[in-house]
T-cell receptor, first 114, second 111 residues
Framework: KAGVTQTPRYLIKTRGQQVTLSCSPISGHRSVSWYQQTPGQGLQFLFEYFSETQRNKGNFPGRFSGRQFSNSRSEMNVSTLELGDSALYLC?????????????FGPGTRLLVL | QKEVEQNSGPLSVPEGAIASLNCTYSDRVSQSFFWYRQYSGKSPELIMSIYSNGDKEDGRFTAQLNKASQYVSLLIRDSQPSDSATYLCAAASGGSYIPTFGRGTSLIVHP
């Protein structure tokens, strides 16, 4: 079974621009979560989508948004980029079987904002 | 606020020794617990999941869970230099399905 894939793997943007990241979950997984990882803050939860609906949301500003398509693929968008948005963005998919949810991470997208 | 606490380390052990990594969590209703390994510049990789009190063994890895003490640990037997990485502990409750991650413990296994 293919793992979680993310595109692009690396991205350089400048302040004020916007960016869209893509994630394809493991086949059969309907839950997709997004995380931001930085050396200072560790792994921070952004949001989770399940069956095209945002089911959980972390404490990030409205500049961070996402969506999920009918095939479970998900995109994350960051508008008006700030220097502090430089981070590794990780997508994780889960089969979301109640009581035994296990998340499998993709390789991540490393975003650098200049 | 759900929290998962880990000692940031680094924990340094000689090759062949047992590495013991510890984690405590604050949410008493947590039901699922995970250990991930993350190499520098890579994404987290699931090593173990544990849901019941006691020990769970998988090869050189043993996860231990004590819900009464809200404590999870990971033992790595016969540690190898290739085990050198950051180990992330995570806990999830049945309500949100989203695990809360600790900041990770850096493990260094020296030859």
């Amino acid at each position: 079974k293919a793992g979680v894939t993310q595109t692009p793997r690396y991205l350089i943007k400048t302040r004020g621009q916007q960016v869209t990241l893509s994630c394809s979950p493991i086949s059969g997984h309907r839950s997709v979560s997004w995380y931001q990882q930085t050396p200072g803050q560790g792994l921070q939860f952004l949001f989770e989508y399940f069956s095209e609906t945002q089911r959980n949301k972390g404490n990030f500003p409205g500049r961070f948004s996402g969506r999920q398509f009918s095939n479970s693929r998900s995109e994350m968008n960051v508008s008006t980029l700030e220097l502090g948005d430089s981070a590794l963005y990780l997508c994780a998919s889960s089969s979301a079987n109640r009581g035994q949810e296990t998340q499998y991470f993709g390789p991540g997208t490393r975003l650098l904002v200049l | 606020q759900k929290e998962v606490e880990q000692n940031s380390g680094p924990l340094s052990v000689p090759e062949g020794a047992i590495a013991s990594l510890n984690c405590t969590y604050s949410d008493r209703v947590s039901q699922s617990f995970f250990w991930y390994r993350q190499y520098s510049g890579k994404s987290p990789e699931l090593i173990m999941s544990i849901y019941s009190n006691g020990d769970k063994e998988d090869g050189r890895f043993t996860a231990q869970l004590n819900k009464a003490s809200q404590y999870v640990s990971l033992l790595i037997r016969d540690s190898q230099p290739s085990d050198s990485a950051t180990y992330l502990c995570a806990a999830a409750s049945g309500g949100s399905y989203i695990p809360t991650f600790g900041r990770g413990t850096s493990l260094i296994v020296h030859p």
